[in-house]
């Protein structure tokens, strides 16, 4: 009797729930056993008291099994770390929420059953109120029955957070991304009952708030120093990946140092851009306490980060199919201590997990045919190693123009504390593919930048081609007899851009100089001597209707 109660009570107790939430993808699937649903993210543009029609793919990816799907519509918030959280109705954490939009989206049907191999398309009804401005969040959840006989101690049920992202057509949204502060904190990693798991750290932290309407997107770094005599030396700098932030969103982003630095006066700076705009640096100088159990320590006690240096700083491979070929490096170590040097590929995050129509990011990926040889290896102060990238391509399946990797270089001290990353990277180029060079302008928008005359362009390119490209990016407003009345170039990112690779860009522009009436909006993109590609939207400058004697407003109306 004790025995089948425990059985119930583990029944009850072990319903496992196995989330994937695919937070910053673009247009590409996410899969587990059983099914798919393509795109993971739902980035779309809505005129406001107009209804839109958006398709959701979803496949049974069993060749056998039928799948049982449950579908909802649910609202979103961000937590602190930047995950996104799901919030069913009635939830307390909705209270005071803004932009939810989960009460405008509908689906046509809550359960669709799908046979082995079979794919359908469930489309999601939008149908925002006619005063809607910026950007709604709302999130489709999709389920599937648990897995498992109803007599099973654990049940396996699969499901998929899709982020639906509802910008508002039409009048210019305000964007307000603020860094409010940045922070230093020692972390020792606790398990059950308090006990200590795992070595101590550092954490700094990178805080954000979007007070504004628009769902954009940070990317940039985070600097911290370490005061030494009458001047800074930098302990480390870590990048802060591409991410978004919706409307609301107050985020305190950590980012693990791997090290434990001792108490002193540290020097913390940002530098973050939002949607392609550089935000004004942030500089933070602290009295940081290290660990409360140790001693006062040392400028001599911290871990800086080593510089290596690379020769040549990237590789590059020609590439035969069914044979092996081999690239050399050199690693020098101009620092003063010996290190210990770990190298290893991996697929560039601009191809892991992406899919434009047929073609996978992963299948672009060089890492699953190279290897690094030596692995690891120790180098002395002032050494120098040469390092072997051996290629083994297969016979088949080498379908396209160029692969990719990244060749991630770890340091690390002599008594285990971290001493840094350094990244190259690795192309191989097969010459019996043609190269091309194609790309889209995905989007063109403005917003609102805080002055009533002051608006951010802000523009998207995606790389369509086979091959890594330098996209510069440019705007021009245009009359209606084609007279360019403004032009300028749109910052961003620079350096390459990988195949299938999205880059925002943006660029201020002021309309107290522009009379009223029509315009038109246009943003090109040239990446190379045969790359160009370009967008364009109509404007209308004119009286504010909300201030209609002296406020003027612009307004997309295409």
Known sequence: MVKNMAFKLAKAALIALLAVAALEAGNWS????????????????????????????IANTSDRDAQLLELE???????????????????????????????????????????????????????????????????????????????????????????????????PARQRIAIPDLSMEFVQPVGFGGAPRGDPTTIAYLHADNEGQTYSRLNGYLQVERQQGGSWRRVTRVDVDDRGIIPGARLKLPFDMERVLPS???????????????????????????????????????????????????????????????????????????????????????LAG???????????????????TPPQFTIRPGGRRNVRVVGRIPRDGVDNANYYADII?????????????????????????????????????LVNAGAPQNYVIQSRFINTGNIHVEPTMTADLLAPNGEVVASLDLAGEEG?????????????????????????????TEFGADGDAEKRVSLRVGPDPDNPRSGRTVEIVN
């Open 30 to 57: 996410a899969q587990a056993q059983g099914f798919s649903v393509r795109p993971m993210r739902v980035d779309a543009g809505v005129p406001p008291a107009r209804s839109a029609r958006i398709p959701i793919e």
């Open 354 to 372: 992406k899919a434009m129509g047929d073609l996978l990011g992963d299948t672009l990926s060089a890492t699953p045919w190279v290897r690094i």
């Open 264 to 350: 002193g006066m540290y020097r913390l700076t940002s530098q973050i851009e939002v949607d392609g705009r550089r935000l004004p640096r942030v500089v933070r100088e602290i009295s940081y306490g290290g660990d409360p159990d140790a001693e006062p320590g040392e400028v001599s006690d911290i871990a800086f980060d080593a510089t290596l240096v690379l020769e040549p700083p990237s590789v590059e491979m020609d590439i035969v199919p069914g044979a092996t070929r081999t690239a050399t490096f050199s690693i020098t170590n101009p620092n003063d201590q010996p290190l210990t040097v770990k190298i290893a590929t991996a697929t560039p995050d601009a």
């Open 496 to 524: 390459r851009l990988l195949p299938l690779g999205i880059r925002d860009y943006s660029g201020e522009i002021d309309f107290s100089d522009i009379d009223d009436g029509e315009y038109l909006l246009r943003a090109s």
């Open 73 to 171: 519509i649910v609202d979103m918030r961000q937590q602190p770390n930047g995950q996104w959280q799901f919030l069913r109705e009635g939830s307390d954490a909705l209270q005071g929420a803004p932009l939810a939009s989960a009460d405008w989206i509908s689906l046509e049907e809550n359960e669709i059953e799908l046979d082995g191999g079979e794919t359908t398309t469930v489309p999601l009804l939008a149908r925002l109120p006619s005063g809607a401005r910026g950007t709604y969040i709302a999130g489709l959840l999709v389920r599937s029955r648990p897995a498992g006989d109803d007599d099973a101690a654990v049940r396996i049920r699969l499901q998929f957070l899709v982020p639906v992202i509802l910008s508002v057509e039409g009048r």
């Open 409 to 445: 270089i770890d340091s690390v001290y002599a008594d285990g504390q971290n001493a840094g990353t350094t990244r190259s990277a690795l192309q191989l180029s097969n010459d019996a593919i043609a190269e091309q060079r194609t790309g889209v302008v995905e989007r063109l928008a």
